[in-house]
């Protein structure tokens, strides 16, 4: 069995902070009781989706986190901040998701379009060696 790299251990200790940030921002919103139970849920799917790759939907809910923290503090003061960063990890996460299934669209085009290409030149050479 290979061992995991680097780049794969970082991404499973992004997944477990970020996620664990989230479901104990949630579970302030359901009361102080249900934080560690959120928390360890958000630490479970952290580790999961780390595990299987997903850094860019990691980040999206990270900058949402922040974004929305940073403007529910500037519009409606202090004591909304976790109100806004639970928020904005939503909205990250939904967009973080629909950009990488863009990115994912726009990147499988251009491997067909280079295909095509090539399938074009390979016809073109094997006329022109006739």
């Not at 990250?92 to 990488?100: A, D, K, N, R, T």
């Amino acid at each position: 069995m290979n061992r995991p790299t680097a780049s794969a251990w970082f991404d499973v200790v992004l997944g477990v902070v970020v996620m664990t940030t989230v479901g104990a921002l949630i579970g302030s919103f359901l009361g102080a009781s249900s934080i560690p139970v959120t928390a360890g849920l958000g630490l479970a799917l952290g580790a999961v989706v780390g595990y299987l790759g997903g850094r860019r939907f990691l980040v999206s809910i990270l900058v949402g986190t922040v974004l929305g923290g940073l403007l529910a503090w500037f519009i409606a003061g202090i004591e909304k901040v976790s109100f806004g960063a639970g928020a904005g990890a939503a909205m990250g996460g939904f967009l973080g998701v629909q950009i990488s299934m863009l990115l994912d669209m726009r990147a499988a085009r251009k491997a067909a379009q280079v295909e095509e290409g090539e399938d074009a030149g390979a016809a073109h050479s094997a006329v022109t060696k006739l």
